[in-house]
């Protein structure tokens, strides 16, 4: 997407947010209109601040996290099969279990701090790391595997010069949505209890009727959504041109990839 794309698309959604503001005549403290909410974002523009930086370090931290610990999954997961069929199963069952469901369980454990945000965050994006990230490392060309069982490579040097870096795409994916559903878990841990970040100054907003302001909360939340998901997608993007440059091309695997 271009940047003309997207500007032109920020105008109109702009025209029409003020076009529902004048058609329906909503008062501004139920619809206010963009125009009182720049306002307001400018005039509290340092504790917008200060509170997106918290979650914004919050979000940062579960991301890392979550990664790591889902991709270290997702190798286990691979490399064992007695694993696989063990957690696999469980792993999958633990999705029906509402995530959103477990934050004042993890506020009371973990605290008011943003401890219990990053491990919300973590538990929100693990699954899909892990799920991403094992269906690449399983879906490997076979005739690359056979080639180097052949000549007699062990299980890790497998996993470490064919399977990651086949994988490296799989696993961007999953970075990418990720990185759109690491700030949703770090937001709803600070619904729950907070006392400083993004979801905790919306709440702030909407308890003292300032409406405007916590419209320029959830449209700085936003912002820094897009911009992680941006910034993700660069990294898969580079994940991707690794995996080309790396992974061994068979002509089945050329002709998987083309």
């Known amino acids: 997407m271009t940047r003309l794309n997207i500007l032109w698309a920020l105008l109109l959604g702009l025209g029409l947010w003020q076009a529902l503001v004048i058609l329906t005549g909503a008062p501004h403290f139920i619809l206010p209109s ?3 909410v720049a306002q307001a974002a400018w005039n509290s523009r340092v504790v917008i601040a200060e509170n997106a930086w918290v979650t914004t370090l919050e979000v940062l931290l579960g991301l890392v996290l979550g990664t790591l610990l889902g991709a270290a999954t997702a190798i286990h997961l691979a490399m064992s099969k007695t694993a696989e069929r063990l957690m696999l199963p469980i792993l999958v069952f633990t999705q029906a279990v509402p995530v959103f469901a477990l934050a004042p369980v993890l506020t009371l454990w973990f605290g008011y701090g943003i401890g219990s ?7 929100i994006i693990y699954f899909p790391v892990t799920s991403a990230f094992h269906d690449g490392l399983t879906r490997v060309d076979r005739g690359a595997l056979d080639l180097a069982k052949s000549m007699g490579a062990t299980k890790a040097n497998i996993m470490r010069h064919i399977q990651i870096p086949h994988a490296l795409p799989a696993l961007g994916t999953g970075l990418k ?4 559903y690491a ?3 770090a937001v709803i841990g600070e619904w729950v209890g907070a006392s400083k970040g993004l979801g905790y100054l919306m709440l702030l907003a909407n308890g003292r009727a300032k409406i405007d302001l916590m419209f320029a909360s959830l ?11 941006w910034a993700v997608g660069l990294l898969a993007k580079r994940l991707n041109t690794y995996a080309l440059g790396v992974a061994p091309q068979t002509p089945a ?5 083309a």
Do not use: D, S, Y
Request: charged residues 10%; hydrophobic residues 65%; contains cysteine.
């Open 34 to 36: 963009p125009w009182r």
């Open 117 to 123: 945000k990053i491990v919300m965050a973590v538990l």
């Open 177 to 180: 949505l990720a990185a759109v």
């Open 183 to 185: 700030p949703i878990g």
């Open 219 to 229: 449209i700085t939340l936003a912002c820094l959504t897009v911009v992680l998901h």
């Open 253 to 257: 695997a050329r002709a998987g990839r």
